[in-house]
């Protein structure tokens, strides 16, 4: 489509690039590029024209994207329009002169679209449930009685005077957990009791029963003890404030009121049960997202993980590290921000920018570098941000397209504070690393890829500055990132092996690598092909026409069911990133000769077992191995084994004469016998 691009340089106070610009956006056919001094007020003429030309309209501008909406929905413009920020993340800076490439690479990312966020409803009644010690809770229960459906459940560690008319129900409890989220939350309370009709100065309470469940909307925590769930900030609908501490209570109470009607949250989290490898078989294998959710959203189940979207905040570690790519971001999807990703490295380059510092943020981020922009120098001209809903939910695969892209470092802008759930990304940054020191790209005494933590804009730029300007040692790639986040990341290591030159070769990677090898010792290896049946990706295959066990070391993504699933105990996981063909490729682990069938020839089971078991079971004293006919049987295939048994009249239920059981009858009459002989 075509599409119309205005730059506007804020009054002057930023100076444009016109030719590295338009050198970076010559996209569509008909695409036109256009400036402007004073676009949202003197030459705002301009922009209408643009509506009425027709095409898609993106305006470098956000700080006036209201007013630009405004007037496109007056003139009944219904092409697509968009906009970006250049003025902050780019004009502004004391390298605005060098910065054109980062300018031109800006537009064209904000012109790939995102697509629309998938929601999750949720639905409260206000029924509230308050937790309090003392007549604090009270307090807070007769304020908010007029809007919400109350309940008030007291510790009874402390006496509080009864209300003198009952306006909501007052019960003694002690919350021992809670499940849910807003709208559907349970609670199990120990110790339930009623108060008396007759509490006088003081509650007085009625027989007590432990186990005692309450469903709720909302719960309002002012007991001032520990909270009911993990990271209790993120869990939507748990108001929690410390009962000594009124400006607290107060904003809790204000808060509670807004908690009744519809709501749509965000589905941050796509999951696909078939690709996760957390279990199979009653056997545990991959628990990265479970052991990193901050939230408790992510529970184990049968095969899969299970994954409450409800629950979910969006921190988006179980994304960051889910080897199989069961569980993907999708605030925007992976595949849209890969393609932005993309368009803004290669554009840069097209545009004449080189050595790309790539900085990637969040909404923390942005706000820290407006003000970079407007209180200090800016951000230097090399510095690309792209911003992201959450940084903590960075892949493995996303960070090495970046570098594959031609990024040559990456920056992770973190709070000062480290946020839950951000495990996962520095485990990301450490395995970039060691995949860039295994393929020999320098560093240049600072890592190319890292995270900056800090609060302050002005510790953010100095250490921007300090980042060496060193692009790669190769020339960027061009590939697509297709398929799955598997894919895009086998993808991405190749494209950075080709460009160091290194075919071939492994890299060793730490513990929880998404990719290795299932080394077996195959002196150990029984060929019972258990590990087949477990494994989730196909790395492990058995061939159907002979005794032989198979690998893939491209498809493992080490979740460790094989080696808990191995009865021998002879499957260790080796994390590396093997750059060999051969990786690609299915190798033969083991294979033995087959055993035939002495009755029909046709080849089963694997001859050195069955040989070995006929070895143990010939000589044994036992009925059941007595018999050669028997022992012949375990020589034939599950078809010939019928014809035999029914032939040779074999029953396989027949044995030794068995003790006849006695019964208390039985036994009484021995004795009653004994003592007539006796008497006798």
């Not at 490295?345 to 942005?366: K, N, Q, S, W």
């Not at 992201?388 to 992770?412: M, T």
Request: proline share 7%; net charge neutral; glycine share 8%.
């Amino acid at each position: 489509m075509r599409t119309t691009t205005f730059v506007c340089s804020c009054e002057d106070t930023m100076p444009l690039d016109g030719r590295a610009i338009a050198r970076g956006c010559a996209t569509a056919p008909g695409s036109e590029l256009r400036s402007a001094e004073q676009l949202c007020q003197a030459q705002l003429d301009r922009f209408l024209a643009a509506l009425a030309e027709g095409g898609a309209v993106t305006v470098a501008c956000t700080a006036q994207a209201p007013l630009f909406r405004q007037e496109a929905e007056a003139a009944g413009f219904a092409a697509p329009l968009s906009f970006v920020n250049i003025r902050e993340t780019a004009g502004w800076s004391d390298e605005a002169k060098a910065a054109g490439p980062k300018m031109a690479a800006l537009i064209a990312a904000a012109e790939v679209p995102m697509p629309a966020t998938p929601l999750v409803p949720l639905a409260s009644q206000g029924v509230t449930l308050v937790l309090g010690r003392d007549a604090v809770a009270l307090e807070a229960a007769r304020k908010l009685a007029a809007t919400l459906d109350i309940t008030v459940l007291l510790t009874g560690a402390e006496e509080v005077p009864p209300l003198r008319t009952t306006e909501f129900p007052v019960a003694r409890g002690r919350a021992r957990g809670a499940t849910g989220w807003l709208g559907n939350f349970e609670v199990v309370v120990d110790g339930y009791a009623m108060p008396r009709p007759s509490s006088r100065a003081a509650y007085a309470w009625g027989p007590a029963k432990d186990g005692a469940k309450s469903r709720c909307d909302v719960i309002l925590d002012l007991t001032g003890g520990a909270a009911l769930f993990p990271t209790r900030e993120l869990r939507q609908g748990y108001l929690r404030a410390d009962p000594a501490d009124a400006a607290a209570v107060e904003r809790a109470i204000a808060a509670s009121r807004e908690l009744v009607g519809e709501f749509d949250k965000p589905r941050f989290v796509t999951f696909d049960a078939a690709l996760c490898a957390h279990s199979r078989n009653r056997r545990t294998g991959c628990t990265r997202c479970l052991d990193l959710c901050p939230t408790g959203a992510i529970t184990p189940g049968k095969d899969a993980v299970q994954i409450s979207a409800e629950i979910c905040a969006g921190c988006g570690a179980c994304a960051a590290v889910c080897p199989t790519g069961a569980a993907s971001y999708a605030l925007p999807t992976a595949e849209a921000m890969l393609k932005r990703l993309r368009t803004l490295l290669l554009t840069y380059r097209e545009a004449g920018g080189e050595a790309p510092l790539l900085l990637v943020h969040d909404e923390h981020g942005e706000a820290m570098i407006e003000a970079l922009s407007r209180q200090g120098e800016g951000l230097p001209a090399r510095v690309l941000p792209l911003r992201v809903n959450e940084v903590s939910s960075l892949d493995l695969g996303l960070l090495l397209s970046a570098f594959a892209w031609g990024a040559a470092q990456v920056r992770l802008l973190l709070k000062g504070r480290r946020a839950h759930g951000t495990e996962g990304v520095f485990r990301n940054l450490d395995y970039v690393r060691h995949v860039l020191d295994g393929l020999g790209v320098p560093d240049h005494g600072a890592p190319r890829a890292a995270a900056i933590e800090t609060d302050d804009p002005f510790s953010l730029g100095e250490a921007l500055r300090a980042v060496p300007r060193r692009g790669l040692p190769f020339p960027p790639s061009t590939h697509l990132a297709l398929g799955a986040s598997r894919e895009i990341l086998r993808q991405a290591a190749r494209a950075l092996a080709e460009g160091a030159g290194k075919r071939g070769g492994e890299i060793a990677m730490p513990a929880l690598a998404p990719f290795g090898e299932a080394r077996v010792e195959v002196g150990g290896c029984t060929l019972c092909v258990a590990c087949t049946s477990v494994c989730p990706t196909g790395a492990f295959s058995a061939n159907p026409e002979t005794p032989q066990l198979r690998f893939l070391e491209d498809a493992c993504v080490q979740c460790g069911l094989c080696a808990v699933t191995c009865p021998e105990k002879v499957i260790t996981l080796v994390p590396r990133l093997n750059l060999a063909p051969d990786a690609a490729q299915i190798r033969v682990v083991k294979e033995e000769e087959p055993f035939c069938c002495e009755r029909c020839a046709r080849p089963f089971g694997v001859k050195s077992q069955i040989e070995a078991v006929m070895r143990k079971l010939t000589g044994v004293k036992h009925w059941m191995f007595a018999d050669p006919a028997r022992l012949r049987v375990l020589r034939l295939c599950e078809a010939c084994r019928v014809f035999e048994a029914t032939e040779s009249a074999l029953d396989p239920y027949v044995g030794p004469a068995r003790p006849v059981a006695k019964t208390t009858e039985d036994w009484l009459r021995e004795a009653e016998r004994a003592k007539r002989v006796k008497e006798d």
